[in-house]
């Protein structure tokens, strides 16, 4: 899946030399994210902040379509109350969404299709009674996650001007984060809700 989708990212940019309609630019917005456990439905968690950041391409393909896609970096995880205080882990993402842009209107816009994402590190923050523990983990040093996984994309967005707009979105992952659940890390699939503000050039 995800060798598919890299390839689909470079027939895309190399087209992009002969379209007609291309644009490069740049986003960033804020997350919002959770789990979706598919193991231990006793596990408890709340949405925690986030925040994403990155490079999109959009391929303009007669008048009310294009291809856009993206290469993105994005916080998700989840916040849970854990042995008497507040357990708060952030897993990072290097990401490849491959969406299909339809403009519904002048300005606005609905877009939706799959995508990669590739876990750089996990952090995982308690705060208790008697004070805060951070551990941090590294991609390669993890043997509790996988380290690629596909998704999907649906959302929207509106253009303020041709060239500054702003869009909102919902990100979930098809497949879960590990096969066999612990008691400190349930099975779950990663859900994120994204706000952000983008720039073309």
């Known amino acids: 899946m995800k060798k598919l989708l890299i390839v689909a990212i470079g027939i895309l940019t190399a087209g992009a030399v002969h379209a007609q309609d291309v644009s490069v630019g740049i986003k960033a917005g804020g997350n919002l994210s959770n789990i979706i456990k598919t193991g231990d439905s006793s596990y408890e968690t709340n949405f925690k902040p986030g925040f994403h950041a990155g490079l999109t ?66 952090s995982n923050k308690f705060e208790g009674a008697f004070g805060a523990v951070e551990q941090t983990i590294i991609e390669k040093q993890s043997e509790t996650f996988k380290k690629s996984i596909a998704g999907g994309v649906i959302g929207a967005g509106f253009d303020i001007t041709p060239k500054i707009g702003i869009n909102a979105r919902y990100a979930l992952d098809f497949q879960k984060n590990n096969e066999n659940g612990t008691n400190e890390t349930p099975e779950f699939k990663n859900q994120v809700f994204q706000a952000g503000l983008g720039f073309k050039f």
């Open 57 to 122: 391409l959009e391929i303009g393909l007669g008048n009310t379509f294009a291809f856009a896609p993206e290469l993105m970096y994005s916080q998700k995880g989840y916040k849970a109350d854990r042995f008497g205080g507040t357990l708060t882990q952030t897993t990072n993402w290097i990401e490849i969404p491959v969406l299909a842009k339809i403009k519904a209107g002048p300005a606005f816009n609905i877009f939706l299709g799959p995508q990669v994402s590739f876990l750089t590190k996990t």
